[in-house]
């Protein structure tokens, strides 16, 4: 079955250490995104790609990095820089950007 | 920049009873998304209206896209405990790629 895959569903990590969360899709779709979600925020675009070795920042950009080197993987990599990290990061794609969006399962990091 | 608010934050219901959710743009839309998402889960992509006045049904659900395309609305018709969750707007602005989010409507079915 074709799909995003999100990995690992929980993530605990240190503060001030970086951490990087995995998103593969076999989808053949060319556009991927993360967004994260804390409660009552709703969904806020931190990195996006149309296409392969292309991306560009959201509205949340700072303390996060991204590549795509291949058109099924978009890893997100939280820095130390990121102020407050603990969230539920969730990557999702879509054929062209304009169709409706396929999430993953979502990731949940907890920075202690 | 684009500002899309979803109302209302929370609405409570008993089962049987109808929900509606309303989503408004400070800008025009070229389209507007519908998302669900289950409490714990992921949002899932419902459905897409593009077209001025446009009005979907899938079921019990009934999607529209106000005229001037800067309102829409999602109304579930006698809710049941399986309709629980968040329901999320999205809009994409006039020549904009990346859609904005609202906030969402959490949906509490009361047996």
């Known amino acids: 079955d074709g799909g995003i895959t999100q990995s690992p569903k929980y993530l605990f990590r240190k503060e001030g250490q970086n951490v990087t969360l995995s998103c593969e899709q076999n989808l053949n779709h060319d556009a991927m995104y993360w967004y994260r979600q804390d409660p009552g925020q709703g969904l806020r675009l931190i990195y996006y790609s149309q296409i392969v070795n292309d991306f560009q920042k959201g509205d949340i950009a700072e303390g996060y990095s991204v590549s795509r080197e291949k058109k099924e993987s978009f890893p997100l990599t939280v820095t130390s820089a990121q102020k407050n990290p603990t969230a539920f990061y969730l990557c999702?794609?879509?054929?062209?950007?304009?169709?409706?969006?396929?999430f993953g399962s979502g990731t949940r990091l907890t920075v202690v | 920049g684009q500002q899309v608010m979803q109302i209302p934050q929370y609405q409570h219901v008993q089962e049987g009873e109808d929900f509606t959710t309303y989503c408004n743009s400070s800008?025009?839309?070229?389209?507007i998304q519908w998302y669900k998402q289950r409490p714990g889960g992921h949002p899932v992509f419902l459905i897409q209206?593009?077209?001025?006045?446009e009005v979907k049904k899938q079921k019990r659900l009934t999607f529209q896209f106000g005229e001037a395309k800067k309102n829409s609305s999602l109304h579930i018709t006698a809710t049941q405990t399986t309709d629980v969750g968040t329901y999320f707007c999205a809009g994409r602005e006039e020549g904009s790629y990346i859609p904005t989010f609202g906030r969402g409507t959490s949906l509490i079915v009361h047996p």
């Open positions: 800008t025009t839309l070229s389209n």
């Open positions: 209206l593009v077209k001025s006045g």
């Open positions: 999702a794609s879509s054929p062209t950007g304009t169709d409706g969006y396929t």
